[in-house]
């Protein structure tokens, strides 16, 4: 079992790694923090799409030298992938980022309790 584990340490890695990014979403009342966990979440799944896509003894699919045997190459997909969700990761997290400062202006906390509770105040007031 030790064996099967340390082959696969990297795999292991990812999964605690989208755990704790999971849990820092899910328990963190912090808007901040949040945008952390999910950026930690991303990693993981990155670190997880790489480690499948790289296989030992095999190169990169550039043709050198006239070999096109396709077990000599790893597979591009899970680096494209991996490039796309990136760039897709840093717009999202700059939106993110942007709304929650503009949450902060207008509310002074970063607490999504206390946001919650100033709105429904708020929507009380104006009923």
Same mark, same amino acid.
């Given at each position: 079992?030790?064996? &099967?584990?340390?082959?696969?340490? +990297? =795999?292991? #890695?990812?999964?605690?790694?989208?755990?704790?990014?999971? @849990?820092?979403?899910? /328990?963190?009342?912090?808007?901040?923090?949040? @945008? +952390?966990?999910?950026?930690?979440?991303?990693?993981?799944?990155? =670190?997880? /799409?790489?480690?499948?896509?790289? &296989?030992?003894?095999?190169?990169?699919?550039?043709?050198? !030298?006239?070999? @096109?045997?396709?077990?000599?190459?790893? !597979?591009?997909?899970?680096?494209? =992938? @991996?490039?796309?969700?990136?760039?897709?990761?840093?717009? #999202?997290?700059?939106?993110?980022?942007?709304?929650?400062?503009?949450?902060?202006?207008?509310?002074?906390?970063?607490?999504?309790?206390?946001?919650?509770? +100033? #709105?429904?105040?708020?929507?009380?007031?104006?009923?």
């Amino acid at each position: 079992m030790l064996q &099967i584990l340390w082959n696969s340490r +990297i =795999l292991c #890695v990812a999964v605690i790694l989208f755990a704790i990014g999971f @849990v820092t979403l899910l /328990l963190n009342r912090n808007l901040l923090k949040k @945008v +952390i966990g999910l950026n930690i979440m991303d990693t993981a799944s990155y =670190l997880f /799409l790489t480690s499948i896509g790289y &296989i030992d003894g095999r190169t990169a699919p550039i043709i050198i !030298n006239g070999v @096109v045997e396709p077990d000599r190459y790893v !597979n591009p997909l899970p680096a494209g =992938l @991996v490039l796309t969700g990136i760039v897709v990761s840093v717009s #999202v997290t700059a939106v993110m980022l942007a709304l929650t400062l503009r949450l902060y202006k207008r509310y002074r906390t970063m607490n999504i309790d206390e946001i919650y509770t +100033i #709105v429904h105040r708020e929507q009380e007031e104006e009923a």
